[in-house]
């Protein structure tokens, strides 16, 4: 049998908040916030799944938008390989961010810092002239600034998006009531594809990616086979759906 080998996002992919738990289904705690009160939960349906991975042996990787310390706080203990913050840090088994991995991406950090900061505070001005529902800042894991993260109501989101002057810089990851702006090294296609390499995957192995939002095709298309909940941004997106 074949190494099995999972990518997979986690939120609204493996765990979700109560309020998109399905009607009448059984679940279990996924995550909690940072008071360690239970913040989102694991559907019967979805610890099966990976029940059914665990048991193949499977090396199960989280592709992940957390930091690391959000990532933290999710109840299934992963560990292998981490993909956080978006991909703009591949964490090994120890938890130490993957050398490798700076290697290839480190050089880019300061210069993207001073851009993360000035979108940061262009943002914050759009919310505060335009008294928006949303609030804006840069995260940062391992003492490395990653991304740009704004939450809020979609139609401000939207109006953030479309006024925002520095957009045009970053990739961007929106879904609902997030919108991330990230620097070329937060990638989750890219991260996926080191870890690839560091395993030396090939076609003899079962890569399987799953994910929820437009912003995970690109890894999950990576992977032999992909996978998304029935409800998602990908599924919306299908003109049959
Ligand atoms: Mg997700």
Redesign the pocket.
Known sequence: MSQVIVFT?????LIQTRRKLPENASFSLGATDKEGLPLSFMTKSQETMLKIFSQSDAIIIPV??RNTSALDRVAYAFNHYRVVSHGALVLQKNGDICTKWLEKVAHQFDAWKALMFSCNEEILSLIKDYQLNARSRVITDHDIDVYVSVKGEPEALTFIREHNTHGQHFTHHE?AHNYALLPPYASKKKAVEHIHQMLNLGADHLIIGL???LS?LEFMTSCQFAMFPQHSQIKRSFPYA
Request: no cysteine; hydrophobic share 10%; net charge negative.
């Open positions: 996002d986690l939120d609204d992919t992940t938008g879904n994910g929820d939002s995970d």
